[in-house]
Each structure stands twice: as structure tokens, then as C-alpha cells.
């Protein structure tokens, strides 16, 4: 492995990272907080980190795969270890584990929290910690390869170890490029967003911070009942819409701008994503709709009578969304709904949002690869002498990438489990030790039980929220490059 390179590289992200600091602690001297000189002090520490590990300078350029995926590795544990920093020299999260599970929850775009009463945090915190989720949710390093292009053509390595799902398409030739028309999509939907928060009667705080959660599909806010504070149906409606755009394919964006609305409208897994959406939307709405007349909705203000089925609709959308994306965004206590919505969003929880968007999961597009391979075994149990190819979108799918796809589902299988066990000796509940991981792995933030919508992580052990925190980064960078990690043949030389 090119050590000197690796470095190198981890140290130009961690300078990045220190830089966007700025922006919290502008927020913090404008509100006249008492955490401006928390963030100052996080800032200088990890510019300085950044700038020592960046003096070191490769001897060799090439930066292999493998390389590729110890920077994404390396620099995800060093940005959240670091980005934890405000939190801790504040005083506002006496831990550092602590703070280290808040911060990788904030850039791996999870929205699990330890913390119990969010409202007691200063307003600059506030805003670092909803915008680790901007910024983790097209990527840290994605926005590097936007800002540093002397990266080149090399960091294409980078940016298919970090970006989601089964392969990573360049829209155009040079990668950074690309980075720059994915923020660019990214930042436009973003405004987009919290000018239809401005008309339905945020504050541009407000606005900015909900819009980082929906944006990065994570979920922080700044009240302790979300969006559910708002109580207002317009700020429910847009936040679903939104978080349900954010949970496309970015490339799909790309084509509309371009005018290629047959490759846009034609793509399967776009259509399937919806297809689960809605579909889901409905029947969970009708399923809860004996509900509403007695209430349980709104986490704000607690029963409220007189709902029916447009009302029903309302919530379930907005949480099928919220859960889909992986947002973990909640306008009701889910925990008190039918099993079946109980279990449908479970169900969802697995399916995730699509490859090539800011959400987490296994992603629509496996689910389809997978269903797809099933297919097709159980033809060749019926026809053993049968010539069965798959193809997705009229192409052919290459065995490779199904052999990656299995992989991918079986590893995903294996943390999830191992996550488990280790979780259980916590002595919570099953349903409470089972979602917690499913929730971080997918990078959801709520499960059920414990960890529901009006529920937090804080009473899980150290060693507990540190194999849930593994899992958010397993679970935001695809497994692969912390197992990675792992393999003694991967340190080489």
C-alpha cells in the first residue's frame, strides 16, 4: 500500500473538514453562544491534524484501489472522531465516545442520538451537528474531489469506494467534475428546499438546519419532537417530497438537465422506488386509519381526534418517506402503530433508498438484482440446460457485478447479525437490540422500542455504541471499505 499517499490524501480531507467548522462558529458569534470558542478550538486542532498528515509527500502517485478505499476508510473515523470535538470541549457531551457516536451519526447521515434533551445545546452545536448531514450526505470526500482537483483522474478510486450502491457512473470524462455537478444538483435542491420551508413559516435557522437533515437523509433537528414541533401539514408535505427527491438517483437529475428524460423516466430502480413509496404510503395509511379518530399522532401535541383517511395519509407518507430515505425524520410515534405498519417499516428499513442518492440502506437496485438472481435459479432448477441472462434497464448484467451484489448482502447479513449479538449483552429488548443495529446499519436513526421516534441510544454501553457506530460507517460506505480494513493482504506493500 502507498502509505505516504494515503496519508497525504486523509490529510487534505481533514483540512476540509476543519475548514467547514467556520460555518458553525459564524452562526455561534451571530446568536452570541457560549460554544463559539469550543468550535474555535476543534477548528485549530483539526486544521492542524490535516496539515501535518498533508506534509507528507508520496514518493509515488498511483493510487491504487485499495488505497482508494483506506483514505475513505480512514478519513470517515478521523472526520467524525475530530468533528466531535465542539461537543466535547463544550462541555455538552462530557464523552468522547459520546461524541464520537453523535458526529458519526451526523456524517454517515443516521440521526441516532445519545443526546436526551436537544434543545439545551447552543445554537452554533446545533448547527455543526445538523450540517455534519449536508456534508456527509453527498459525501466528505466528494466534496474534496469538488474543491481539490489536483486529485485527478486517480480519484476515481475514492469515489467509488465512498459513493453508494453497485457502481458508480461518470457522467463526464474527468471525475471532479463530476463531484461538481453532483453538488451542483445537490446545492440546487437544497435552496429549492428551504425556500419552500421560508414560505411555510420556518426561520431561515430553522429552515437551513431541517433542510440539512432532509438534504443528507439523516434526520437531526432542533426540538426533541422533530418535524412533529412544526405541527403544520405544509411543513410535513414538503419535508416528505423533498426527503423522497433526495432518495433518487442523482444521475437521474442529470439526465432531466440534459433533456434525456427517456434514460430519467425509463430507469427501473427509480420506478420501483416510487412504486414502493406510495404503495407502502397507502396501505400503512389505511392500516392506521382506525387510529385517527383516537389519535396517537402527532408527538407535539399527542391525540388528536377527528382524522381520517387524507389525515392518515399525511403521517404514513411522510414516515414511509422519512424511513425509506433513511432520514429518521418523525412527525409520529411509530411505536404505537398497528404491527403490520410496525413491521412494513422494518421491511422498508432493509430496502432503502437508491444507489446514487444521500441515503442509506441495501438500495432498491440489489433488492432488484437479488430478486432477479432468485428468478433465474429457480429456472435453472426447473431447466438446468437453460440459458438465462439477466438484464436490468435492457442491458445485460454482468456476473461480476451479481457476484458483488451477493457479496455485498451476505457481508450486510453477517454485521448485522455479529452486531446484534454483541448489542444484546446490553440486556435490552430484542425488538430494541435488533432495530438499533438495522437502524444504524441502513443508516435510518430511529428503530422501535428503546430507540423509537421519542426514544434515544444514551443508555447503550461504550462498547455497545461503538459497534453501533462501526455500523453506520459500515453501513454509509458499503461494508467493503472497513472490512477492509481487516485484511492483512491489503497492507502490503
Same mark, same amino acid.
Given at each position: 500500500?502507498? %502509505?505516504?499517499?494515503?496519508?497525504?490524501?486523509?490529510?487534505?480531507?481533514?483540512?476540509?473538514?476543519?475548514?467547514?467548522?467556520?460555518?458553525?462558529?459564524?452562526?455561534?458569534?451571530?446568536?452570541?453562544?457560549?460554544?463559539?470558542?469550543?468550535? *474555535?478550538?476543534?477548528?485549530?486542532?483539526?486544521?492542524?491534524?490535516?496539515?501535518?498528515?498533508?506534509?507528507?509527500?508520496? @514518493?509515488?502517485?498511483?493510487?491504487?484501489?485499495?488505497?482508494?478505499?483506506?483514505?475513505?476508510?480512514?478519513?470517515?473515523?478521523?472526520?467524525?472522531?475530530?468533528?466531535?470535538?465542539?461537543?466535547?470541549?463544550?462541555?455538552?457531551?462530557?464523552?468522547?465516545?459520546? #461524541?464520537?457516536?453523535?458526529?458519526?451519526?451526523?456524517?454517515?447521515?443516521?440521526?441516532?442520538?445519545?443526546?436526551?434533551?436537544?434543545?439545551? *445545546?447552543?445554537?452554533?452545536?446545533?448547527?455543526?451537528?445538523?450540517?455534519?448531514?449536508?456534508?456527509?450526505?453527498?459525501?466528505?470526500?466528494?466534496?474534496?474531489?469538488? $474543491?481539490?482537483?489536483?486529485?485527478?483522474? @486517480?480519484?476515481?478510486?475514492?469515489?467509488?469506494?465512498?459513493?453508494?450502491?453497485?457502481?458508480?457512473?461518470?457522467?463526464?470524462? @474527468?471525475?471532479?467534475?463530476?463531484?461538481?455537478?453532483?453538488?451542483?444538483?445537490?446545492?440546487?435542491?437544497?435552496?429549492?428546499?428551504?425556500?419552500?420551508?421560508?414560505?411555510?413559516? $420556518?426561520?431561515?435557522?430553522?429552515?437551513?438546519?431541517?433542510?440539512?437533515?432532509?438534504?443528507?437523509?439523516?434526520?437531526?433537528?432542533?426540538?426533541?419532537?422533530? =418535524?412533529?414541533?412544526?405541527?403544520?401539514?405544509?411543513?410535513?408535505?414538503?419535508?416528505?417530497?423533498?426527503?423522497?427527491?433526495?432518495?433518487?438517483?442523482?444521475?437521474?437529475?442529470?439526465?432531466?438537465?440534459?433533456?434525456?428524460?427517456?434514460?430519467?423516466?425509463?430507469?427501473?430502480?427509480?420506478?420501483?422506488?416510487?412504486?414502493?413509496?406510495?404503495? !407502502?404510503?397507502?396501505?400503512?395509511?389505511?392500516?392506521?386509519?382506525?387510529?385517527?379518530?383516537?389519535?396517537?399522532?402527532?408527538?407535539?401535541?399527542?391525540?388528536?381526534?377527528?382524522?381520517?383517511?387524507?389525515?392518515?395519509?399525511?403521517?404514513?407518507?411522510?414516515?414511509?418517506?422519512?424511513?425509506?430515505?433513511?432520514?429518521?425524520?418523525?412527525?409520529?410515534?411509530?411505536?404505537?402503530?398497528?404491527?403490520?405498519?410496525?413491521?412494513?417499516?422494518?421491511?422498508?428499513?432493509?430496502?432503502?433508498? !437508491?444507489?446514487?442518492?444521500?441515503?442509506?440502506? =441495501? %438500495?432498491?437496485?440489489?433488492?432488484?438484482?437479488?430478486?432477479?438472481?432468485?428468478?433465474?435459479? &429457480?429456472?435453472?432448477?426447473?431447466?438446468?440446460?437453460?440459458?438465462?441472462? &439477466?438484464?436490468?434497464?435492457?442491458?445485460?448484467?454482468?456476473?461480476? &457485478?451479481?457476484?458483488?451484489?451477493?457479496?455485498?448482502?451476505?457481508?450486510?447479513?453477517?454485521?448485522?447479525?455479529?452486531?446484534?449479538?454483541?448489542?444484546? @449483552?446490553?440486556?435490552?429488548?430484542?425488538?430494541?437490540?435488533?432495530?438499533?443495529?438495522?437502524?444504524?446499519?441502513?443508516?435510518?436513526?430511529?428503530?422501535?422500542?428503546?430507540?423509537?421516534?421519542?426514544?434515544?441510544?444514551?443508555?447503550?454501553?461504550?462498547?455497545?455504541?461503538?459497534?453501533?457506530?462501526? #455500523?453506520?460507517?459500515?453501513?454509509?460506505?458499503?461494508?467493503?471499505?472497513?472490512?477492509?480494513?481487516?485484511?492483512?493482504?491489503?497492507?502490503?506493500?
Amino acid at each position: 500500500m502507498n %502509505k505516504r499517499l494515503t496519508f497525504h490524501l486523509i490529510g487534505n480531507v481533514l483540512r476540509l473538514s476543519g475548514a467547514l467548522m467556520l460555518l458553525p462558529l459564524i452562526v455561534s458569534l451571530i446568536y452570541g453562544g457560549s460554544d463559539a470558542l469550543a468550535i *474555535l478550538e476543534a477548528m485549530a486542532i483539526t486544521v492542524a491534524a490535516g496539515s501535518a498528515l498533508a506534509f507528507i509527500r508520496p @514518493r509515488r502517485e498511483t493510487l491504487r484501489a485499495r488505497e482508494g478505499f483506506a483514505v475513505v476508510a480512514f478519513s470517515w473515523l478521523l472526520v467524525s472522531f475530530f468533528g466531535g470535538l465542539p461537543f466535547y470541549f463544550s462541555g455538552y457531551i462530557p464523552s468522547l465516545v459520546d #461524541c464520537f457516536f453523535e458526529t458519526v451519526s451526523g456524517f454517515t447521515t443516521t440521526g441516532a442520538t445519545i443526546i436526551r434533551n436537544v434543545e439545551l *445545546l447552543p445554537r452554533g452545536l446545533l448547527f455543526w451537528r445538523s450540517f455534519t448531514h449536508w456534508a456527509g450526505g453527498m459525501g466528505v470526500l466528494v466534496l474534496s474531489l469538488a $474543491l481539490i482537483p489536483k486529485m485527478g483522474a @486517480r480519484s476515481i478510486h475514492l469515489m467509488r469506494a465512498e459513493s453508494p450502491g453497485p457502481s458508480t457512473d461518470k457522467l463526464v470524462p @474527468r471525475v471532479a467534475n463530476n463531484a461538481k455537478i453532483l453538488y451542483a444538483i445537490y446545492g440546487g435542491l437544497s435552496v429549492v428546499m428551504v425556500i419552500a420551508l421560508l414560505l411555510c413559516g $420556518l426561520d431561515l435557522y430553522d429552515a437551513l438546519v431541517h433542510m440539512f437533515g432532509a438534504a443528507g437523509t439523516g434526520g437531526f433537528g432542533t426540538y426533541a419532537n422533530s =418535524i412533529a414541533h412544526f405541527d403544520s401539514a405544509a411543513v410535513d408535505v414538503v419535508t416528505g417530497i423533498f426527503m423522497a427527491l433526495f432518495g433518487v438517483n442523482f444521475s437521474l437529475y442529470y439526465y432531466v438537465l440534459k433533456g434525456n428524460w427517456k434514460a430519467a423516466l425509463g430507469n427501473s430502480e427509480m420506478r420501483l422506488y416510487w412504486a414502493i413509496l406510495l404503495i !407502502s404510503s397507502v396501505l400503512i395509511a389505511i392500516n392506521i386509519m382506525p387510529m385517527a379518530a383516537r389519535g396517537f399522532y402527532s408527538m407535539a401535541d399527542g391525540v388528536k381526534p377527528g382524522g381520517n383517511f387524507f389525515t392518515a395519509l399525511r403521517y404514513s407518507f411522510f414516515q414511509v418517506s422519512s424511513v425509506m430515505t433513511t432520514t429518521g425524520y418523525a412527525t409520529a410515534d411509530f411505536n404505537l402503530w398497528p404491527q403490520f405498519s410496525r413491521v412494513l417499516l422494518v421491511v422498508i428499513m432493509f430496502i432503502g433508498a !437508491s444507489a446514487g442518492s444521500t441515503g442509506g440502506g =441495501i %438500495k432498491v437496485i440489489r433488492v432488484q438484482l437479488l430478486m432477479k438472481s432468485m428468478i433465474r435459479d &429457480i429456472r435453472r432448477t426447473v431447466h438446468p440446460k437453460s440459458v438465462n441472462t &439477466i438484464k436490468l434497464d435492457g442491458h445485460t448484467v454482468s456476473e461480476s &457485478i451479481l457476484s458483488g451484489v451477493q457479496g455485498f448482502f451476505f457481508a450486510y447479513m453477517f454485521v448485522l447479525l455479529a452486531s446484534v449479538i454483541v448489542v444484546s @449483552r446490553d440486556g435490552f429488548s430484542f425488538e430494541t437490540n435488533f432495530t438499533a443495529v438495522v437502524a444504524t446499519l441502513s443508516n435510518i436513526g430511529p428503530g422501535l422500542g428503546m430507540v423509537g421516534p421519542t426514544g434515544n441510544f444514551a443508555a447503550f454501553s461504550d462498547v455497545s455504541k461503538l459497534v453501533l457506530s462501526l #455500523c453506520m460507517l459500515i453501513g454509509r460506505l458499503e461494508v467493503f471499505p472497513i472490512l477492509m480494513l481487516f485484511a492483512p493482504s491489503a497492507w502490503r506493500q
